[in-house]
């Protein structure tokens, strides 16, 4: 038995998780995957075990927002407590209920950082800025071979921004995403990329951080409301919203 995040982990455990990443990795169905794991021998494993294995090990829940039908606008800041889309004047709740007829999904960037941060090895390697701005001074002609190479970066720098070796710099993007073959954009997603790891491990598969899926076929018509949640989220990391918040601090 193994001891992880508090949680005591069997060896057969363990072997289902890396037969899980199998299954996702291969597409695998259901029903092939529980003859995988009875032909292995692990008759105390099942999917649904491992999903809650999973949910305790990796606290990362989905938030969902209500938004427009029609994708106009998310149902956030100013917008709220609104029951019409301001913009195409269709409801928000199902008729009869309280149901939203359709939500934006958020995933915490807070949560996907603390993960990459809790392992030592992988903590060392997320010095990458410190040490790579450390090794050269800002001079004119330097030569660019980073984002920090960059003059929005540099002006970040001298207007009192990533003073702390611990600080983080993220750059996101977002573009529509077509899920389905069908010749339209399915979903929008926001992706950030952690710019303190290195150019190299940075855009692998394992440290992607989506961190939002808008829902389509259509463009949202006001981004903003949409990418509202993440700027939340930003403001704690950034920690002007300590109080929601006691394990984040400046």
Known sequence: MIIIAGLEVSEDLIKGFRLLHIKQKHNLTETAF??????????????????KALEQLVPFKPIFVDCCVNSCIAFTKEYETLELCPICEKTRYRVGNRISRKQAVYWSPISSLRMQYQDRKGAETLRYRQNY????????????????????????????FFQDSRDVALMGSTDGYQIFRQKRNDCWIVLLLNANLPPSERVKKDNLMISAMFPGPKQPKNMNSFLWPLVEELKKLEGNDNESDPNITN
């Open 34 to 51: 529980h003859d995988i794991l009875h032909e292995m021998g692990l008759f105390g494993v099942t999917l649904y075990r491992l999903q």
């Open 133 to 160: 701005t450390k090794s050269f001074q800002y001079t004119a002609g330097y030569r660019m071979a980073d984002v920090f190479d960059g003059m929005h970066y540099k002006s970040l720098v001298d207007s009192g």
